[in-house]
Each structure stands twice: as C-alpha cells, then as structure tokens.
C-alpha cells in the first residue's frame, strides 16, 4: 500500500518565559493507504500538536511532513489547493467546528465550490449523496447546526471532512466529547468509509482501548516523543516500553469498545512532570519501574526490535 503521509523527525518547541517546551521532538511515522495509525497520548503528549503541523495550523520548528512525495511542512495557506483537498481533518469539538449562520446545505456545499468545482445542477444530488454516506436524512441540508445533536453534528463534519474525496484524514479525537453510544456508531461509519474509499487516517487519541478494534497500528507519544511503535496486534499482545506495559494493563479486558480506559487513574509513580522542565535522560524515567541508573542520565535512542517494531527504552538496546 502506497505511503501518503510521511513525517521525519518532526519537532515543536515553544519558546515562553518560563522556558522553552518541547511539545514535539523528533517525532517520525507514515501512514498508509488503507491504514488506521492511532497517535495516542495523554493530555500534554503533544498528540494533537502533530496534528496540527500535519494540516499546517503549526509550523514545524524542524523536520519534514511529506504528502504524496511533496514536503508539505508550509503553512496552510501557502499549501497548494490539491493538498488541502487531499488532507482533511475532523475535530474533536463539533460544535465549534462548524459556522452556526450556515446550513447543513451551505457548510457542505463550500467545498465542493473550492475544490471539485461541481457545477451547480449536479450538487444537490452530491450533497444528498454526502448526508446518505454518514447515515443522515437528506431533508437535514436545510437545518442548521444547533438543530442537530453532538453526534449528529460530527457526522456533518465528517461528511465536509470528506466531500472533496481526500486521501488522508487526520482524527483528533473525534468521538471524545460524545456519549459511548454515539461514539461506536461514528466508529463504526469512519471504518465503513475507510474501507470504502481506502483512505488513510491519522487518528489521534487518548483512548487507548479504542485502538485495539480499530488501528492498524500503534503508536505512544510521552511528552513529546513517540516511545513505542508497532502494529496493533503485537503493540497489544507484547507490549515492550515499560509507559506502553503500564497503559495496557490498566486497560480491562472486559469485553469490548464500552469500557474506556482513563489514564489517570493507572498512574500510581507520580503525575506527569512539566513539559517545560522534562527530566534527564529518559523523560519516563520518574514513573518508571525498570528504571536503572543510566536512565536518569542517558536519553535513549529509538531502536528497531524489527522491521515493524520500534522501541525508546534502554531495556531494548
Ligand atoms: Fe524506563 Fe529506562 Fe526504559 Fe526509560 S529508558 S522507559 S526509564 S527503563
Ligand atoms: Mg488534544
């Protein structure tokens, strides 16, 4: 399967009084044609500021974000119209996400205008086409948004996300403000449409145990840095980085996509320390169990246990 987006050594780094932050540091991955990669992190992993260089919201303090063979690390603006076509992003908040003083209708039909220049008489039957794809009656192209309930909303931006036929689409944690109900059932349309239409998507999340079903593979970020990075089923079977153990064991192995898994609540080694002051050498090494001595000295390198498997902890060395 073709790579579409492929991001090297991705750095961001906030200079404030108090200090510099290292939000993103060296952060590498691709994503696929076809392929689900789950981005996962708790708060102030620097998960969504990825996201937002990917769609050019933020620009990279270094490194390279490459779509479809094109250095894109640009600013949205500057990007050219067949790369903002190409790569969509749905938020998390779906109410702020789409303009109040607009239709369903008129939200939807924008960007078939910009970017499929579909010509006037062929876009009604383009807009219902887009509403049937995320399951809503076509008589909602005339509501306006505060009509629609939260989930209902999401799938509009859903629909806009992927009116212009996109390749890639960045989740940022689109289901998170929605009750589990709804959440599945936005899962479960985002799945159908990938297959579909083969898409790729970078889904952004802090919900671990969403991944297990859905991704095709995995990967953690802790404070800045990516620390494990594998397929799903081998991220979840034999998990190697002591932070990606910690996680997984805390999440039930009760049935299915209900239980959602709370980070917080695993942390028994203290919280997570201020991105403005990272500890030495390995930024886990204050919550971590394995930790040895060169770990509060040495920052470990991102090693390849194999082909597919990439590991940052001195066990693996
Ligand atoms: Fe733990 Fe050391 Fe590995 Fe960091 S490098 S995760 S502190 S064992
Ligand atoms: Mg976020």
Redesign the pocket.
Known sequence: HEVLLEVKGLRKFFHTSRGTVKAVNEVSFTVSEGETLGLVGE?GSG??TVAYMVMGMYRPTAGEIIFEGKNIAIPHQKRPLSIKKNLQIVF?DPGSSLNPRRSIGQILELPLRIHLSVPPQKREEKLEELLSMVELPVDYLKKYPRALGGGERQMVAIARALSTNPRLVVL??PTSALDVSIQAKIINTLMRIQKERKLGYLF?THDLSLMRNIAHRVAIMYLGRIVELAPAREFFEKPLHPYTQMLIAAVPVVSEEEERFKPEKVVSRGEIPSPINLPSGCVFHPRCISAEERCRVEEPPMVAIDENHLVRCHLYR
């Open positions: 708060s998960k969504s998390q940022d944690e952004i």
